[in-house]
């Protein structure tokens, strides 16, 4: 009984405090110019698009031995950024999130939507590597595992909000909804999300979710990493489609965090204020996901999550897991 009203008490302040925040109060200058904001850019060759290499292509791997340039303390997982024999800089990350980002980022790509360049390494070797802060179990004598390598192809210029009202109405901001809904990316905080400036066009900056570790497991955060990340028994039984309408679609996605992440309000209620964005979508939208996605074949959604260093079986059950998602999708 008390453990039920603790649970409501903190519900209650939580949407309290959520309900006095705006989105204009959570408009940022970064993206004062959204009207002209692309998310997506239209793709006329999905069913032929190199899903193993990704965004960056074949070509656009590092280039021979790497070095050690300086360590990163942002975020949950260890980083670092390298430098290639080409001098190009990039950022490894250690840890639960490197595999799922990887996939994350070919599926988004395939379907037009902007997506950074990446690789999976399941070892690599990394000249002048110091004894890291965070992550130093994934270094060895052989070399670093399970690394993730990635850069931007753009220079960024900026953060963008889920809340940021200016997106409303349209079909690439909802497109992108589905799409986290599609790979149960819940961690939307705004520092995941980047606007890059388009070296062709200036005037119309790229919109992108630059960070997709948070993919293909739990459909929210829960209190271990373990289940909400890279966790394919939880992707496979997690719900894709909660309700239908004529006009609408929702989605079961992001669940809202356990309570008892409830006495650390800040936390709770950024959560609970992105709670939204799976929510009442329009259906045409989401069925034009659908239609975009289904172009893909399996081999192609294979080789995405081979290119993230998954094993055979894994392969094969997370591509009928996301094929499944599609397919409801498509009969919307």
């Known amino acids: 009984m008390m453990q039920s009203l603790v649970r409501k008490l903190i519900l209650v302040s939580a949407l309290a405090i959520a309900s006095t925040w705006s989105p204009a109060q959570l408009f940022h200058p970064a993206t004062a110019e959204a009207s002209s904001a692309r998310f997506w850019v239209e793709p006329t060759d999905i069913e032929t698009r190199n899903l193993y290499f990704g965004p960056g292509g074949e070509q656009g791997q590092p280039h021979g031995l790497l070095t050690f340039v300086v360590e990163d303390p942002g975020g949950t997982s260890p980083k670092f950024e390298v430098r290639d024999e080409d001098g190009t800089k990039w950022k490894a990350k250690l840890g639960p999130e490197a595999q799922p980002e990887t996939v994350a980022t070919r599926i988004l790509w395939a379907v037009g939507f902007i997506a950074n360049e990446n690789y999976y390494f399941p070892i690599t070797m990394i000249q002048n590597m ?5 992550g130093q179990e994934f270094v060895t004598n052989e070399g670093v ?21 200016e997106f409303k109405g349209s079909r690439q901001f909802n497109g992108l909804r589905v799409m986290m809904a599609l790979l149960s990316n819940w961690d939307l905080n705004e520092r995941n999300n980047a606007i890059l400036d388009d070296p062709k066009d200036s005037d119309h900056p790229l919109y992108e979710v630059s960070d997709l570790g948070s993919t293909f497991g739990r459909s929210g955060k829960s209190y271990s990493d373990r289940i909400t990340k890279h966790n394919l028994a939880a992707y496979r039984r997690s719900k894709f489609i909660s309700k239908t309408t004529p006009d609408h679609v929702d989605f079961a996605f992001p669940t809202h965090p356990p309570f008892l992440y409830g006495f650390n309000l800040p936390f709770f209620i950024g959560k609970m204020r992105n709670h939204w964005v799976g929510k009442h979508i329009p259906r045409e939208d989401a069925k034009w996901v659908g239609s975009l996605l289904a172009k893909l074949s399996d081999q192609q959604i294979q080789d995405a999550f081979r290119a993230g260093g998954y094993s055979p079986t894994e392969i094969d059950q997370y591509t009928a897991a996301v094929r499944s998602r599609i397919a409801e999708l498509e009969k919307l």
């Open 130 to 134: 110091p004894h890291l802060k965070r």
């Open 145 to 165: 595992r399970a690394v993730r390598l990635q850069r931007t192809a753009a220079r960024k210029i900026g953060n963008w909000s889920w809340q940021n009202k």
